[in-house]
């Protein structure tokens, strides 16, 4: 069975960072991209980033570009997103997401249920 | 950047009734257009991609449809399990922008 773990939220104040982990187990990681999509409270699904099979190519969406980088580790079956300079706007339930392609310009296939990051003061 | 807009937001209908659910790019994106099923507390779910694909597993009452900037999603005959935030989304190039969102609810 296809299963995503995400890990790593919690509560940190405005300008700090944090880095979320995803394991992936149930299909052979490094055959696929990976991404991070993410929900603000009362609000919609948003893009956050999204990374090649090989970490060849990335991604980020402009909200976030500079400030989260996307990361992954074939040998662990990890994909990785450390999030600095964190404001009120990056509060969200943070899901981790299988690209359906090895390139990440495609659509998700599977969904982990999310790790959720409170920023506030 | 390609924005997509969703109508409507949210509807209510009644068990049985057909359900339509709209998209609309910004710009042309051919057929790169998937459809997603968000329920609270659950996974969210992929129902098609390639704009009328069906995603394996997913019950044939689901259907998409639409090429270049206007595509529909379609649920033949709602049921209960079927109430969920519904977005699409366009890829093939960056960022890979979602909807809005349409809430559906049962009447």
């Known amino acids: 069975e296809v299963q995503l773990v995400e890990s790593g939220g919690g509560l940190v104040q405005p300008g700090w960072s944090l880095r979320l982990s995803c394991i992936a187990s149930?299909?052979?990681?490094?055959?696929?991209?990976m991404h991070w999509v993410r929900q603000a409270p009362g609000k919609g699904l948003e893009w956050v980033s999204g990374i090649s099979w090989n970490s060849g190519t990335k991604g980020y969406a402009d909200s976030v570009k500079g400030r989260f980088t996307i990361s992954r580790d074939n040998a662990k079956n990890s994909l990785h997103l450390q999030m600095s300079s964190l404001r009120d706007e990056d509060t969200a339930l943070y899901y981790c997401?299988?690209?359906?392609?090895?390139?990440?310009?495609?659509?998700?296939?599977?969904w982990g249920k999310g790790t959720t990051v409170t920023v506030s003061s | 950047d390609i924005q997509m807009t969703q109508s409507p937001s949210s509807l209510s209908a009644s068990v049985g009734d057909r359900v339509t659910i709209t998209c609309r790019a910004s710009e042309g994106i051919n057929s790169n257009l998937a459809w997603y099923q968000v329920i609270p507390g659950k996974l969210p779910k992929l129902l098609i991609y390639a704009s009328s694909t069906l995603q394996s597993g997913v019950p044939s009452r689901f259907s998409g449809s639409g090429s270049g900037t206007d595509f529909t999603l379609t649920i033949s005959s709602l049921q209960p399990e079927d109430v969920a935030a519904y977005y699409c989304q366009r890829y093939n190039s960056v960022p890979l922008t979602f909807g809005g969102g349409t809430k559906v609810e049962i009447k």
């Open positions: 997401a299988k690209g359906s392609r090895p390139s990440y310009y495609y659509f998700m296939d599977v």
């Open positions: 149930g299909f052979t990681f490094d055959d696929y991209a």
